[in-house]
Each structure stands twice: as structure tokens, then as C-alpha cells.
């Protein structure tokens, strides 16, 4: 699955699809459309209606253009919406005659007579310094405070309000009347707030929410995947409720285990690992350093940091500090490939790493096309995030794609796509004889296709090898080496092919 906004891959969803029908063929077999909708911040994470394609990108006929030959995922932010959408501004101008009224947290409401005080702001899980709230001014001159977890542009939403499910449901059904089949749920942890806790992924209140919202989406045969970058151990509750998931751990521990040229941590890792879960490597936010928390140890979470800024190319700490208004202290901003040092052997293994680990491999457009750190966009923007938010032109593409690390990306992805080894329901297997070596196998449902991947972290090497048990190859050659030929049987279907010196002879 590819992860891109509307206008990275060219300007706009037209050339996104030319670009993928030019470039890209079967490498991709889904996309998760970042936010596409009218936005006031946050790069579409702050939509102001969610019934419409921001003009700028397209309409919903290129959006659905899009689903005819890739499986979508599209972004629905549960915690919040934009200040400035139809809701809060009749909100605003009408107070408690809005029918709205509801659809929003009021601060003031939620604390009893004499709360918030100073120990109850500082129990809350924050995204920034402050008390999470807004001040909304009515068109009477009155005013109240409202919750906001995020941006200035991001109200939050009371999901207990009549009002906000019948919002929550209508907006899921359009989305997938538009071709959504795997809707992600985007800050949903923060969504629940309760007097006496955090406000972070609160129970059993959260499962409750998840549970109706699964139910809205599957009476129209989608599904949802829960967004969280926090402890391990909450994605594992995920999928013990049956949820996909994603493995936010992944990026780090590849990054240790390419740094240390050690497998122990990736083996350990993978060998714990559910196959329903989307993998990344890269998204469109920073690599996650809390979601590795006790799966490297903090002595090897801080070599894999320091590391990161001693081998990285152009990765420095400042960068995903406040100074370039770094939303989470505990994301590095930089792409993959950078964070390898640029360097195209030690990524492509990182690829194969994550191309053959349990689940669906996530795959950033950045990191499709190796790309580099984009310390013009960065500096020009003084937004860390946007090192790894290239925009690139329709040339820039045709240009990168000739790259022979990319060539190889897309082939191991064509490669994956195609393979019944690869299947959900099929088996993962990860051992290793030595420290700096470990092999993975995968093997179909039916048990007769394998695949098989060995890795050699000193020598940063690796071989892959496919085989099918109901099928076989001969080849004869003659004794000057100058004549061969072969033979391949697919027992499965009694079918054979006979070629001499590649070309295929018929009888």
C-alpha cells in the first residue's frame, strides 16, 4: 500500500494516476490517500467537509478513478474538526440555538464547580505546554473554552453526543460510497475524555467506540484501522480485540538492527508479530521513538538516536525540535533513506526487512522513490515534518524511477504483490543461526508457495529465493555450454513450458 497526499506525486489526483499507470504498474496494490479534503492546517488533518475534494486536487470521479484499480484508504479524524467548517461557525453564530451545540467539548461543561486545578491539567496526555483548550468568542460577545488536543485549527469532538454519531456515521458512509474499504482512525485514542484519568486511550470507553464505529463501517463491507503511536502493548490489545493494526515499532528496530549489524532484537520482534497490521517504515509524520519503548532497551533506543544523527544524511537534532514546531518530542523528522545515510544497499535491505514482516507493508511515497532529505522545503517552511513531505514533479518521477535502487524497490514490491506467500492468512517464520544473519520464510495458505528471504547484516547482502512444491525445473546443457534447455511442470495445473536458449519451443 502506498501512502501519498493528492498533490505529492505530481500537482494534482490526475497526474497521480498517470504517474501510477506510467510508473509504478503492480508494484502498488493500494493506496492510503492522505487527507484530500478542504483543510485548515496540519496538511489536511484539520478538514473543514468532509463531502468534498479540495478543488485544488480534484473532484470525487478522480478519487474513484483511483479505487477502480487500487484498494483505498482514506483518514477520518475522529478527535477533531476545523474552526473554520459549516458546524463550528453556526456554532459560533447561534450559541445554544445551534443545532451544533453539541457536536463540540466544551471545556468549561466538562470540569465540576472548582476543577480544572493544576494537578487535574497535568494528568492530562498533552501535545503541547499548555492546558488543551480554545477560546470561542459568540456572535453575543459571550465566550466559553472549548477542548483542542491539536492544532489551533483542530476543535475536538464530543463523541458522546447524539448529535456528533449521527456526524461520525453519515461521514463514514460517504466516504465509502466514494470508494473507502479501509477507513483509518486518525488521534482516535484522544477522543474519549473522563473526569479522574489521562483522557488518552481511556476503557473500556475507547473499545466502546471502536466497536461502534466498526459496526458503522462493516454494514457497508469496510474496516477500520485504529492510528496510535504510543507503548507496544496498546497495539497488542488492538489486535486481541481483532483490529488491524500498525507496527510503528518497525522503523526503529530496523534502523538498530542496520546500525548494530545485531538481529536478535528484529528476530525477537518478528517472531511476536500479528499478521492482520499494516507496517511502515516511513509515513508522513517522524520515525516514533515511544512505540519501541521495552522492545529495544533504552541503552539501545539511545545508540539507535545517536546513531541516527551520527550516520544520517542531513538529520539534525534541531529538526524535530520546537524551534522547526515539532508536534511529538518523541519523533525523529528525517526520510528512511536518509536516515540510512543515503546509503542504497543498507535501504533496500530495510525494504526486503519490512517487505517480508507479518502483515501489509505501508510503503511512503518519499520511500518509494528513495528520496532524500528536503532541507529546502524544511527551511523554507520552518515545519520539521515537511524533511520527508517532498513535492515531486511529474519530470522529478520519470527521473527517479530510473534509479537503480528504485528500479529494484519496485520490483520486490511487484514481486510481493503477486506472490501467494505473502497472504494474511499464510505463515511467517524468522530464525537465525548467528548474530549478524537471520532467514525468513513465507509460505501460502495451501502451503505450496514459499518464499524465502537471508539476510547477512556484515556484509549487508541477501538472497531471495521462490519455489512452489507442486512444481519443479530441469535443465539439460549441452557439454560446450552452448545449448540448454529447460523445463518447467506446474503440477497444479499439469501444465509445462519448454524453452531452448530462452526461447520457447511448442510441440
Not at 511529538?328 to 543515503?342: F, K, V
Amino acid at each position: 500500500m502506498l501512502i501519498t497526499y493528492a498533490d505529492s506525486l505530481g500537482e494534482n489526483l490526475t497526474d497521480l494516476q498517470k504517474n501510477l499507470a506510467t510508473h509504478f504498474k503492480d508494484a502498488v496494490g493500494g493506496i492510503h490517500l492522505l487527507p484530500f479534503f478542504p483543510s485548515t492546517g496540519d496538511r489536511g488533518f484539520a478538514p473543514v467537509d468532509y463531502t468534498k475534494v479540495d478543488p485544488a486536487f480534484g473532484a470525487w470521479d478522480d478519487v474513484e478513478a483511483l479505487g477502480e484499480k487500487y484498494y483505498l484508504m482514506f483518514d477520518f479524524m475522529i478527535n477533531h474538526i476545523s474552526r473554520q467548517s459549516k458546524y463550528y461557525k453556526d456554532f459560533q453564530a447561534n450559541k445554544d440555538e445551534s443545532p451544533y451545540r453539541d457536536l463540540f467539548l466544551s471545556w468549561d461543561k466538562f470540569w465540576p464547580k472548582g476543577r480544572p486545578t493544576k494537578e487535574d491539567v497535568d494528568l492530562i496526555y498533552k501535545r503541547k505546554d499548555r492546558a488543551p483548550k480554545q477560546k470561542i468568542t459568540f456572535a453575543d460577545g459571550s465566550s466559553e473554552y472549548l477542548w483542542n488536543t491539536f492544532g489551533e485549527e483542530q476543535i475536538d469532538l464530543d463523541v458522546k453526543a447524539k448529535v456528533t454519531k449521527e456526524f461520525i456515521k453519515q461521514t463514514l458512509y460517504q466516504l465509502i460510497k466514494h470508494g473507502a474499504t479501509v477507513i483509518r482512525l486518525d488521534a482516535f485514542a484522544y477522543a474519549i475524555k473522563k473526569l479522574d484519568t489521562n483522557d488518552f486511550f481511556v476503557e473500556p470507553e475507547i473499545w466502546e467506540l471502536l466497536d461502534e464505529v466498526q459496526a458503522i463501517v462493516a454494514k457497508k463491507g469496510a474496516v477500520i484501522l485504529p492510528e496510535i503511536h504510543e507503548h507496544y502493548t496498546i497495539q497488542r490489545k488492538l489486535t486481541q480485540h481483532d483490529y488491524f493494526t500498525y507496527d510503528f515499532a518497525l522503523p526503529m528496530v530496523v534502523l538498530y538492527t542496520l546500525y548494530s549489524q545485531d538481529a536478535t532484537r528484529l528476530v525477537e520482534w518478528l517472531s511476536d508479530s500479528p499478521m492482520k497490521q499494516f507496517t511502515t517504515l516511513d509515513t508522513h509524520d517522524g520515525i516514533g521513538v515511544v512505540d519501541v519503548k521495552d522492545i529495544l532497551t533504552d541503552e539501545e533506543i539511545e545508540l539507535t538516536t545517536n546513531k541516527l544523527y551520527e550516520i544520517g544524511a542531513n538529520v539534525k537534532r534541531k529538526y524535530s525540535s520546537a524551534e522547526y514546531n515539532n508536534l511529538d518530542i518523541y519523533q525523529i523528522n528525517t526520510t528512511y533513506y536518509s536516515a540510512l545515510g543515503d546509503d542504497d544497499k543498507k535501504y533496500f535491505i530495510s525494504r526486503l526487512i519490512q517487505a517480508f514482516a507479518p502483515g501489509i507493508p505501508q510503503v511512503y511515497y518519499v520511500g518509494l522513490l528513495a528520496g532524500k532529505n528536503d532541507i529546502e522545503l524544511l527551511e523554507k517552511t520552518k515545519e520539521g515534518r515537511n524533511i520527508n513531505r517532498h513535492y515531486y514533479s511529474n519530470e522529478e518521477i520519470a527521473r527517479e524511477v530510473k534509479r537503480p535502487v528504485v528500479v529494484a524497490l519496485l520490483k520486490l514490491f511487484t514481486y510481493r504483490n503477486r506472490s501467494k506467500a505473502f497472504e494474511l492468512d499464510g505463515k511467517f517464520e524468522i530464525t537465525t543461526s548467528a548474530k549478524n544473519s537471520f532467514n525468513i520464510k513465507r509460505t501460502s495458505a495451501d502451503g505450496q508457495t514459499v518464499s524465502e528471504l537471508k539476510v547477512d547484516l556484515a556484509t549487508y547482502s541477501y538472497e531471495v529465493k521462490k519455489k512452489k512444491k507442486n512444481s519443479f525445473n530441469i535443465k539439460r546443457t549441452s557439454a560446450d555450454g552452448q545449448t540448454v534447455s529447460e523445463l518447467k511442470v506446474d503440477l497444479a495445473t499439469y501444465s509445462y513450458e519448454v524453452k531452448e536458449n530462452g526461447q520457447k519451443i511448442t510441440f
